[in-house]
């Protein structure tokens, strides 16, 4: 999990992030990046890509990243608005981008997770499969993943007929049935397919009660 972080530091990096993302997928809500500085000799018993971890131990490994002293760490949110209007890809650069610039520390060399982001001015190693090879694209996907967990069920609080508390927004039957009865929240992606398709079959309704009457 350290393998990409040495060859890093033994090709003349000073300081190392990772880099990694939660939500391109959903439905609805935001896009979150997460970028992180490790201490060169860290290590960690049970830290892996957060997909493979429990909702509790992602919690707990958030709490010690981000309590950690000399773990630097930032993250990057880009909402709806900006995931319609330059679509998903675009929209996940930016996110990390803000969450590298909010590093309290610059680094000389990035490690992200799938392939390369050619909008990110920084020298990178993209590494397929990075979340679960390296501790530093790792810490950032957990990082990533509960903040957006947390902020998906503030939305959850405003709108609890969308269930975002259970599916975190991604299209589950439960959030399609939900999309279907009450139409897209202002937190909907609407130039996601599934979205735009209940969208344009409301307007079509719609159409057809107003000639019928």
């Given at each position: 999990?350290?393998?990409?972080e040495r060859q890093a530091y033994q090709n003349g990096a000073?300081?190392?992030a990772g880099v990694d993302e939660a939500g391109r997928g959903p439905l609805a809500g935001p896009v979150v990046a997460a970028a992180v500085i490790l201490p060169r000799a860290y290590h960690h018993a049970t830290l892996t890509d957060s997909k493979q971890l429990t909702a509790?131990?992602?919690e707990t490994?958030?709490?010690e990243l981000t309590g950690h002293p000399d773990v630097v760490w930032a993250t990057g949110i880009i909402g709806v608005d900006i995931i319609d209007r330059d679509n998903i890809l675009q929209a996940t650069g930016q996110a990390m981008l803000a969450a590298l610039r909010a590093l309290s520390s610059q680094?000389?060399?990035i490690l992200v997770d799938g392939r390369p982001v050619r909008t990110l001015p920084y020298p990178q190693t993209a590494i397929v499969g990075g979340d679960g090879?390296?501790?530093s694209i790792a810490a950032a996907s957990v990082i990533a993943k509960v903040t957006r967990d947390r902020l998906m069920l503030?939305?959850?609080a405003q709108f609890p007929h969308y269930h975002f508390a259970q599916h975190k927004g991604y299209g589950t039957a439960d959030h399609l049935a939900a999309l279907r009865q009450f139409g897209a929240s202002p937190h909907h992606r609407r130039s996601f397919a599934p979205v735009r398709h209940v969208l344009e079959l409301a307007q079509t309704q719609v159409a057809t009660s107003h000639r019928e009457n």
């Open positions: 999990m350290l393998r990409f000073a300081v190392i509790r131990q992602r490994i958030y709490a680094p000389d060399r090879l390296s501790f503030e939305l959850h």
